[in-house]
C-alpha cells in the first residue's frame, strides 16, 4: 500500500463529513425557518377569518 493513497482517502473522507455536517446544519435552519413561516401563516389566516376580533369592547354601566 501506499501512503499517500491512504492519506489522500483520509483527507478526502474527512472533507465528505465537513460537507455533510454543513448540509445538514444548513437543512435544520432551513426547517427552523419553514416552522417560523408556518405558524405566521396560520395566524395570519386566523386573523382573516375574524378581522375585527378584539378590536372592541362592549361594556355597559
Known amino acids: 500500500?501506499?501512503?499517500m493513497n491512504i492519506a489522500a482517502l483520509s483527507t478526502q473522507m474527512h472533507t465528505q463529513q465537513v460537507l455533510n455536517d454543513v448540509g445538514v446544519a444548513v437543512l435544520d435552519q432551513s426547517l427552523d425557518t419553514f416552522?417560523?413561516?408556518?405558524?405566521s401563516m396560520t395566524k395570519m389566516m386566523e386573523a382573516s377569518v375574524n378581522p375585527n376580533?378584539?378590536?372592541n369592547i362592549d361594556y355597559r354601566i
Open 1 to 3: 500500500m501506499d501512503f
Open 35 to 39: 416552522k417560523t413561516m408556518g405558524d
Open 53 to 55: 376580533l378584539g378590536q
